[in-house]
């Protein structure tokens, strides 16, 4: 069977590896053929630091999946479970309040989405850390920013979808998958330059890659055998030798039928240093994903990348161009705090507090979530002038100058993470230096994710990345999905030699 060639050992691409190295039961007296694959990662560092960083929800929907692959009690080790999300209104004390059952269960990931479906709180005299006003209904905060320690919303999750929503450091999850990825399957070091294609029509090689350009970092891997002295490599073949194999021709995610004149049958992952990987090529190399990008020029020069049909609006429109983005985003991890002074970290389960002000020329939404060893993830979020088309390159800056102007606006604002507790303390006095980032929330429509045998998965294909609907880079779930979870969980090494047998 051909190779699988993941690009980005990002935490998607890390669980898809993680799949692939899990052998399933066969039902059958014919085992399950095992599938190659390997990892190309960019950066050269196997492990991320435990500073910065931002926080993954372990929503229900995964838990069978971790739970199959052996990890889930070793994830609830170094993670903590999420009792409530509680959205506060700057000069008005509490928005609302909602349990963990309605946050996580249904996917909300941003402000703007949460303080839509929140349900407004019975009026009432009060004040607070975040002002004064009405004090929220369900929440575990009371008037003098100290918690009462009530975890029902995290016991009613339990029993009505059997598991926990887990906040997890990105860091140390992170850490923990790629600790369980053999150091031969992960070549560090390597930037994809582009994607070339075998058409059996053409009987030649088509290259779609882009100009060289810096690939934004997903993460960090194992070392391999890959080399990055600018020799030629190919998974399956020895050094130097070119592996072109013809390929069951796929349908494009549509359905629609695609002749073979059309498609490419063979792809081929070309890096900066001339090496050259071939195979099932999967793109898990984030927002900015070179793969698909690369694919893209491919498709447009063949004429295979249009428009979609217009919506029930009438509204129709390039699904394929450039990311916007209306948002950028302030995201960061504090050092181990005091729980006297931060009342919330003494809970056994997570308060996610909201805090929202849509007034003056700063609107704004911070997060913070309490994690394990006393520590808050945070987010700053605010909206830009104008409406922003974002680079075809990640574009994020640790310039502590620029971020200092940007939390100057919200210093002395009450947190809501405690009494007295301000914005400044948590983003500028206990978050370790150099260790937040500023970055945009790109918006976009992907409508092609796969075509041929080049495939996109996590943030690399995003169907559809809102500013209301999308979880921010800070603050993102992991298992959310349409699909309702079944008893039986599918074998992945079958999907992929049904798919490519």
């Not at 980005?8 to 890390?14: F, P, Q």
């Not at 694959?37 to 931002?54: A, C, H, V």
Request: aromatic letters at 6%; charged letters at 20%; proline letters at 7%.
């Amino acid at each position: 069977m051909d190779p699988v060639i993941i690009v980005g050992a990002g935490l998607g691409g890390l669980l898809l590896a993680l799949l692939l190295e899990t052998t399933p039961p066969s039902s059958t007296s014919t085992p399950t053929p095992v599938i190659p694959y390997i990892i190309l990662e960019r950066s050269t560092e196997r492990t991320w630091p435990l500073e910065g960083g931002g926080v993954i929800f372990l929503t229900s929907q995964i838990h069978p999946l971790l739970a199959r692959l052996g990890i889930l009690d070793a994830l609830r080790k170094i993670s903590r479970p999420v009792a409530a999300l509680t959205v506060y209104e700057r000069h008005q004390y509490a928005k609302a309040s909602s349990r963990a059952s309605a946050d996580f269960a249904g996917g909300v990931g941003v402000a703007g989405s949460a303080s839509q479906q929140r349900e407004r709180s019975a009026s009432s005299s009060g004040s607070g850390p975040a002002g004064s006003g009405s004090k929220p209904k369900k929440s575990g905060f009371d008037g003098d920013g100290d918690d009462d320690g009530d975890d029902d919303g995290a016991s009613f999750l339990k029993t009505r979808y059997e598991y926990d929503t887990l906040a997890i450091s990105r860091p140390e999850l992170y850490n923990f998958l790629v600790d369980r990825i053999p150091e031969e399957k992960l070549v560090l070091g390597k930037q994809v330059h582009g994607l070339v294609f075998q058409d059996i029509a053409h009987g030649g090689t088509r290259s779609a890659a882009p100009a060289p350009v810096p690939v934004p970092d997903t993460g960090s891997s194992s070392r391999s055998s890959g080399s990055t002295d600018g020799s030629t490599e190919a998974v399956g073949a020895g050094r130097g030798e070119a592996i072109m194999t013809t390929m069951p021709l796929m349908e494009n995610h549509s359905g629609s039928a695609t002749h073979t004149s059309d498609i490419a049958n063979t792809a081929a992952v070309v890096c900066t240093d001339g090496s050259r990987y071939e195979g099932i090529v999967v793109g898990a190399d984030g927002a900015y994903s070179t793969v698909r990008l690369s694919l893209y020029r491919h498709l447009r020069e063949r004429g295979l990348l249009t428009a979609d049909p217009a919506d029930k609006e009438g509204n129709e429109g390039d699904h394929h161009g450039p990311m916007r983005a209306q948002f950028r985003v302030l995201v960061g991890q504090t050092r181990e705090l005091d729980p006297d002074r931060f009342e919330f970290l003494k809970n056994e389960y997570s308060d996610v507090r909201v805090l929202v002000s849509q007034e003056g020329v700063h609107p704004f939404a911070f997060w913070c979530v309490p994690m394990t060893e006393n520590r808050i993830c945070w987010m700053l979020e605010d909206k830009l002038a104008e409406e922003q088309i974002c680079p075809e390159t990640e574009d994020f800056t640790q310039d502590q100058q620029a971020i200092s102007q940007l939390c100057e606006f919200v210093r002395s604002i009450p947190s809501a993470c405690g009494k007295g507790v301000t914005v400044g303390e948590i983003i500028l006095d206990s978050t370790p230096e150099e260790t937040a980032v500023l970055l945009l929330r790109e918006e976009g429509y992907f409508s092609t994710w796969t075509y041929g045998n080049v495939a996109l998965m996590g943030d690399g294909a995003p169907l559809y990345r809102s500013a209301d609907t999308s979880s921010w880079p800070g603050c993102s779930e992991a298992g959310q999905c349409p699909v309702r979870p079944q008893p039986r969980c599918i074998s992945i090494p079958r999907l992929f030699s049904a798919l490519f047998p």
